[in-house]
Structure formats: C-alpha cells, structure tokens
C-alpha cells in the first residue's frame, strides 16, 4: 500500500477503532455523547473535504489526536479519566486536570487548522496580523464552547454535572479559555516553520 493511501487508512482505522472502544459502556451516555458529538462533526467535515481542500499531514495528525482526547473524555467523563487520576495523586494536585489537557488542544489543534485555511487561501499579508487572529480566533472559539457547556447545563440537569467538569472549582470557565488561548499561542509559535514545509511541500505555498 503506497503512503498516500496508507494515511487515510490508519486515520480512519484508529478513529473508529477508539470512537468503538469509548461508546462500551462509558461511564453514562448522554454525556458520552455530547463530548463525542465534535469529533463526529470534525470526520464528517473531514470527508467531505478530502479532495476539495485536503490537509497536511499534520493537520490530520492533530485532528486524530483530539478525537482521541474528545472519546476518552467521553468514555470516562472528564473528571475521572484515569490518567488525570494518576497525575493528580502522583504530583499531589486538588483536582483531576484531564479536562485542562482537553481545552489546551482545544486551542492547539484548531490554531493550526484555522492557520492552514488562512494561510491557503492568503487571508493576510502580514504573518504577525495572521497570528493575532488565529489567537483570537481559537479564544472566541473556546469562550463559544464555554457558552454551548453553560446552555447544556441549563436545559439537562442529568448531565450538566458530568459534561461541566468544573469538580468545585470557582474559577473552571476562565481556567479553560486561558489554556486555550496559551495552547493556541504555543502552536502558532512552536509549529509555524514545520507547517509551512508541510504545505510547500504538497503545493499549497509558492
């Protein structure tokens, strides 16, 4: 099987392998379904625009990588994913902080799939006026998601508490929109160079 049929087949293997895996018995499924919900838009948006405005191969990477993150919270519930567990009780923290690693990709991985469509389609001239908004874009994005948890929560009470995750924390909603913005800062200056060969070399750059 040649490369470029070999990444399309392992994405989509690994992504159904571990959607199966987290829909067996999670741990209640409305809130399975609600966490879940985004990576099975992100696949169907994928596969309707695989052969009109494919990705890089990174791009790709990370999308697959925050399903991941999206099922296991699902599967788990984000206060009780075993790995925040195992952090918590090794380095002595408060709380299970799974729901932390949650909203970092949440402003890490988008950054860089909203910087490849500006970047395509030459949205700015000026890298620096392109980085401020890809920031601000990924923040409004996470503070919209903050919303949509807030609006869940008031119309079923049966899994507010599960899908919130907040465990007692006061400060929950800002705590997440700054791991957000500092994952989305930490992408576009961290994994700028590498995609930008990536896209030259598919020629997507000139």
């Not at 790995?83 to 909203?103: I, Q, V």
């Not at 910087?115 to 980085?131: H, M, S, Y």
Request: charged share 15%.
């Amino acid at each position: 099987m040649s490369n470029s049929r070999l990444m399309p087949a392992t994405w989509i293997g690994t992504y159904l392998a571990v959607l199966a895996w987290s829909g067996i018995a999670p741990h209640d499924y409305p809130t399975w379904f609600l966490e879940v919900f985004p990576a099975l838009i992100g696949a169907g948006v994928l596969w309707y625009t695989r052969v009109s405005f494919p990705l890089t191969t990174l791009a790709y990477v990370l999308i697959l990588a925050h399903c991941i993150i999206l099922m296991v919270g699902g599967h788990y519930t984000y206060a009780e994913v075993p790995l925040g567990d195992w952090a918590r009780d090794a380095f002595g923290l408060e709380r299970n902080n799974y729901d932390k690693l949650g909203h970092f990709v949440q402003g890490f991985i988008p950054a860089i799939i909203t910087r490849e469509i500006v970047v395509r389609k030459k949205v700015f001239n000026d890298a620096r006026w392109r980085d401020f908004f890809i920031v601000c874009f990924c923040i409004g994005f996470s503070a919209f998601y903050e919303l949509i948890e807030w609006w869940v929560a008031l119309l079923s009470e049966e899994a507010a508490e599960s899908f919130l995750g907040t465990q007692g924390y006061v400060w929950d909603t800002q705590s997440d929109m700054f791991w957000a913005l500092l994952g989305a800062t930490l992408a576009v200056v961290f994994l700028g160079r590498w995609h930008d060969r990536q896209m030259r070399a598919r020629g997507y750059l000139g």
